[in-house]
């Protein structure tokens, strides 16, 4: 698939088809995720991959906005580890999950990222999950086959681009 059409055409899935991920697809995705772009090369990244339905849906409980948690096969929870990189353990890892979005699209696959970091969620996230407290919980990623079709737009770009300082239009 090409780059700036996978790019282009993921869109956030919140309804997913029963059908399981392959292993191999699983690995590629977090493979994806592994070579992001990371601040001195320090990937201050861990993945916890879930796909038992008992904690995918406890997840869900937990999460208002990923209620459809339970019906992805698999869940990635995100997390990002301060004694790697001091300065970019929270931004490094949305590098990861960036790369693991459109891995799984261009392999056919549908994700949902949701935020986790600096809520009330991140503490359930991480007693459900045993996180150690020095691990920050960035976000979890819904993972699986689509099952509804989803299209949305972009602001134009003349209205989200300035050129040599602020507000200055091409």
């Known amino acids: 698939m090409d780059t700036i059409k996978t790019i282009r055409d993921r869109r956030s899935i919140r309804k997913y088809k029963p059908d399981e991920v392959s292993e191999e697809d699983l690995m590629t995705i977090l493979q994806a995720g592994r070579w992001a772009p990371s601040a001195s090369n320090k990937q201050p990244w861990h993945f916890i991959v879930i796909r038992n339905e008992k904690m995918r849906r406890k997840l869900s409980d937990i999460h208002d906005y990923g209620r459809f948690m339970k019906e992805s096969p698999v869940v990635i929870v995100v997390l990002g580890d301060q004694a790697k990189h001091p300065r970019y353990y929270l931004a490094d890892p949305h590098q990861a999950v960036q790369n693991m979005l459109l ?28 996180i150690p407290e020095d691990l920050r919980v960035i976000c979890s990623i819904s993972l699986g086959y689509a099952d509804q079709e989803r299209k949305s737009t972009r602001f134009p770009l003349e209205d989200i681009t300035s050129w040599e300082k602020y507000g200055r239009k091409k």
Do not use: I, N, Y
Not at 103 to 121: F, I, K, N, P, Q
């Open 103 to 130: 891995a799984a699209h261009s392999l056919g696959l549908a994700t949902c990222w949701m935020g986790v970091r600096d809520t009330d969620l991140e503490p359930q996230f991480r007693k459900a999950l045993e």
